[in-house]
């Protein structure tokens, strides 16, 4: 990894999973951190502990995405320098819930939309007038093969996954002449808190969806994520579906390693 001193990504939900694993990567590529989440002490301690390795600059951002109002007021605060954004990666999502849809929760539809759908957009629209006046810039957004097929009970997680896969083609066709790159990379299953998180904190039922599995890590995702942005002025990668090898595809069609 080249070092790229002075440039700074942004990284929404860094406090955990792949989020946490992009900041390492381009901490360690040299460069500066604006990572947002709402659990503000876990991104201290990864921002602490980052600027110690890799002697790199961090801002965070203690930031529920869904609320439009605090993300354009969160931004527009920010010190000049650091809304010099060279690369958005939109991370921050969720599932909740694997219910088949006549007996979803409102709620659950709700946090998966406002967050996947709402809170990718409002963080765009923040950033992205930055860029275009830079005339430069890479959003990289965080998709999903949900956002590719749909699998039994994924209903509303997969709707909102199409979303970001339809909302990446037309930033990249919006943004195009703006010099902004736009990619997704959509992953299959990763040992994350995801999980843990759908299934609202029951760590039983998370452990057994990668039980006698070999499921991607967060880190997986944070090379390919750190690949398409390290790519040449003149290379776009559009589009990456990133499987473990033991998932054939959306419905765990899978083999036991
Ligand atoms: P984790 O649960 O480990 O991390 C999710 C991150 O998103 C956390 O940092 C969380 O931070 C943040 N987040 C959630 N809601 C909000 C919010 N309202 N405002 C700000 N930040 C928020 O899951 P993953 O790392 O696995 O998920 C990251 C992305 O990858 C998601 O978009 C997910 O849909 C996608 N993905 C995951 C896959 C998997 O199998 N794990 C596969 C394909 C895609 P905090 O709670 O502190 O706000
Ligand atoms: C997360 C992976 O297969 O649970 O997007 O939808 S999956």
């Not at 759908?198 to 990668?210: L, N, P, W």
């Not at 006698?212 to 390290?230: G, M, Q, R, T």
């Amino acid at each position: 990894i080249t070092s790229m001193s002075n440039k700074i990504v942004f990284i929404t939900g860094a406090s955990a999973g792949i989020g946490e694993a992009c900041a390492e990567v381009f901490a360690r590529a040299g460069y500066n951190l604006l990572l947002a989440a709402r659990r503000i002490n876990r991104l201290e301690e990864l921002a602490a502990r980052l600027e110690e390795a890799y002697g790199i600059d961090t801002h965070l951002l203690a930031l529920d995405v869904r609320n439009a109002e605090d993300v354009f007021s969160s931004f527009s605060n920010l010190p000049g320098s650091w809304q010099q954004i060279d690369v958005l990666v939109n991370n921050a999502g969720l599932s909740q819930g694997l219910d088949p849809i006549h007996e979803g929760d409102v709620g659950d539809w709700d946090r998966m939309i406002d967050t996947n759908i709402k809170g990718l957009l409002y963080v765009t629209r923040a950033v992205a007038p930055i860029m275009a006046a830079r005339q430069q810039g890479h959003i990289i957004n965080i998709g999903s093969i949900a956002g590719k097929e749909v699998y039994p009970n994924g209903n509303v997680y997969c709707a909102t996954k199409h979303a970001v896969d339809a909302l990446t083609k037309g930033m990249r066709i919006d943004l195009l002449h703006q010099h902004i790159k736009v990619t997704a990379i959509h992953p299959g299953m990763v040992e994350t808190e995801f999980s843990e998180v759908r299934f609202k904190g029951d760590k039983q039922r998370a452990a057994a969806v990668y039980q006698n599995l070999e499921p991607l890590i967060a880190a997986d995702i944070a090379e390919a994520v750190w690949f398409v942005a390290s790519r040449p002025k003149h290379v776009n990668i559009n589009d990456m579906l990133i499987m473990p090898t033991i998932q054939a595809s959306a419905t765990l069609v899978v083999r036991e390693n």
